[in-house]
Every structure is written in structure tokens, then in C-alpha cells.
């Protein structure tokens, strides 16, 4: 089990930036690849960013591309999303995901919502304009 808590959503105005955080417990963090996925209201949950267990490899919607960053810490556990550029588009609940998959190379990310296994509860981004 992969216990995962988000922080750091909020309102911002366009333009602005936002840095979100999810802290990962429970199995071995580095055994993870992590992912950030978002869900505005009436919409499916999307894609947002994604990184390797070793923290190079990393992947990008192409609608935050360029604005978007992910890393992680492996020796705390964390896994940041930083957001600049903001703007309303980005408003909606962003969640943390973790896919336990010790296996696999530390390389791999994955992109789809059925990659992963576990998900925090999530945070709500606004943008105002």
C-alpha cells in the first residue's frame, strides 16, 4: 500500500505560478514511478505529468508543456509539480498517482490513469482571470 497526500493548491491569478507537493508512505518510494493527473468539473480525469522511479525521465501533456515541471526526491519521498503560466484552463483538482513496479526499468513513466495503482485525495487549483 502507497499512502499519498497532496498540498499546496490554492487560488492564483493568470500568470501566476503554484508549486504542489504529495508526499508519499508506506511501500518503498524509489519501487515507484509517479504521476500527476488533474480533473476540472464535467471532465474526465486527464493527464498531466509523469516521472521515472530515477527521477531523469520524465513526460508531459502537451497542454502544460514548457509551463510544467515534475520532480521527486527519492530520499523524502516527494514527488513536486510546478506550475507556471497559469491560466484558467488549468483550473481543477489535481491528484498525485503511484504505480508500485519494482520490476520495471527506472526509466519507465507511464501516462494513463489505469497505470497506476494508488491516488491522494487531491487538490484544488484555481486560476482566476
Known amino acids: 500500500q502507497v499512502r499519498l497526500i497532496e498540498s499546496g493548491g490554492g487560488l492564483v491569478q493568470a500568470g501566476g505560478s503554484r508549486r504542489l507537493s504529495c508526499a508519499a508512505s508506506g511501500r518503498t518510494f524509489i519501487n515507484c514511478a509517479m504521476g500527476w493527473f488533474r480533473q476540472a468539473p464535467g471532465r474526465e480525469r486527464e493527464f498531466v505529468a509523469a516521472?521515472?522511479?530515477?527521477?531523469?525521465?520524465?513526460n508531459y501533456a502537451d497542454s502544460v508543456k514548457g509551463r510544467f515541471t515534475i520532480s521527486r526526491d527519492n530520499a523524502k519521498n516527494t514527488v513536486d509539480l510546478q506550475m507556471n503560466s497559469l491560466n484558467p484552463e488549468d483550473t481543477a483538482v489535481y491528484y498525485c498517482?503511484?504505480?508500485?513496479?519494482?520490476?520495471?526499468?527506472?526509466?519507465?513513466?507511464?501516462?494513463?490513469?489505469?497505470?497506476?495503482?494508488?491516488w491522494g485525495q487531491g487538490t484544488q487549483v484555481t486560476v482566476s482571470s
Open positions: 516521472v521515472s522511479r530515477s527521477g531523469i525521465n520524465t
Open positions: 498517482a503511484a504505480t508500485y513496479d519494482p520490476s520495471s526499468s527506472m526509466h519507465n513513466y507511464y501516462i494513463k490513469t489505469s497505470d497506476y495503482d494508488y
